[in-house]
């Protein structure tokens, strides 16, 4: 068995990889052309790596030739406004790119990682899989185009490939090599830079449930189901509280309104989007209205159609700072850390 997997150099992707290797499968990597974070999130594994781009259809094709089957994790992802053409190349017309070849190469099964962002929400209820997402609000480009590649899903399905995909709420974990944005703030924590936070809550998955997903996906989803992976809601309080267990260093005193930030963002975007177009702000206004919204997840379907069995926020966070520690990227704590003692129950998990 041959598994390719595009975006291998990504914080799910990495993760992937270690655990289908652990699997003892054989696993091709397709990486684009100047990935910085390659020979890092694939450094020593026995790997064969293939140079492209998701948007180039004969890239994709070469990389695609004799695998049995695809995990697409490669996106472009945003929380701001900008660079909305090229996110939309990569996200939406990538992963055409990635499904026609598939089919036309008789893959047994594709396995796409969709966005939280892209399911709809029912205010007062969790957010579940056939919950429609809504245009019309206020929405980033990639969530559009998120939601827009859970259409070329089922267009790939309609054609007769055997397709599935797999939600991502926030990840937290190990093998964060760009890093994500979540791995920029509990690097900033641990070295002090973290000077003020905001209230909020969040949908927050631990790299192995996440993997642990796409792996189930593979073996029991059906087709053209989508199913949504979540470990714990936490409250960005009870977050700052495991990152200090971690690192041994205090949450910041500063606790900035929400609303305040909210106001905030919205001057700064716009200016930081003219100025420095590539530059991810930490508190964008998608970042803070996410935070403020305290979406749930119900991952009901998930445990019943796949066996998913959510663990631990608190452990992925140890195992997340622990790895940045033997990297060089933050400082070793001068404490024990203790976020394991914080993990939560699963009935909690399951219907949120």
Do not use: W
């Not at 500063?254 to 989007?273: D, W």
């Not at 608190?314 to 933050?330: H, K, L, P, Q, T």
């Amino acid at each position: 068995m041959l598994i390719l997997v595009t975006g291998a150099t990504g914080h799910l992707g990495a993760n992937l990889v270690r655990r289908l290797l652990r699997d003892g499968e054989e696993v091709r990597a397709l990486v684009m052309n100047d990935s910085f974070s390659r020979s890092r999130a694939l450094e020593g594994l026995p790997v064969h790596c293939v140079s492209g781009d998701i948007r180039d259809i004969a890239a994709t094709a070469r990389a695609m030739a004799g695998c049995d089957r695809v995990y697409h994790c490669a996106a472009r992802i945003s929380t701001t406004q900008g660079g909305r053409r090229e996110i939309y190349r990569t996200n939406v017309l990538g992963t055409r790119n990635v499904l026609e070849v598939a089919r036309r190469r008789g893959v047994e099964r594709v396995v796409v990682t969709g966005s939280f962002g892209a399911t709809g929400e029912i205010r007062g209820r969790p957010s579940a899989e056939d919950v429609p997402y809504y245009p019309f609000s206020r929405q980033t480009p990639y969530a559009t185009t998120k939601a827009l590649v859970e259409h070329e899903c089922l267009r790939a399905a309609v054609a007769g490939l055997d397709v599935v995909v797999a939600v991502s709420t926030a990840i937290l974990g190990p093998h964060d090599y760009a890093p994500s944005r979540m791995g920029r703030v509990l690097r900033d924590f641990a070295h002090g830079r973290l000077l003020a936070y905001l209230p909020g809550g969040f949908e927050f998955v631990s790299a192995a449930d996440v993997v642990e997903g796409h792996v189930l996906a593979m073996r029991h989803g059906r087709p053209g189901r989508k199913y949504l992976f979540s470990t714990e809601f936490r409250t960005v309080d009870q977050l700052m509280d495991l990152y200090s267990a971690v690192s041994g260093r205090p949450k910041p005193l500063l606790r900035v309104p929400a609303s305040v930030m909210a106001g905030v963002a919205e001057v700064v975007q716009p200016v930081m989007t003219a100025v420095a177009p590539h530059h991810q702000p930490r508190f964008t206004p998608a970042a803070v209205r996410f935070l403020r919204s305290q979406r749930r997840a119900d991952c009901s379907r998930a445990v019943e159609e796949l066996g998913y069995r959510p663990t631990s926020i608190a452990s992925a966070v140890e195992d997340a700072f622990a790895c940045f520690a033997r990297r060089g990227v933050v400082p070793a704590p001068r404490v024990i850390p203790t976020a394991r003692s914080g993990r939560g129950g699963s009935q909690a998990q399951v219907a949120r």
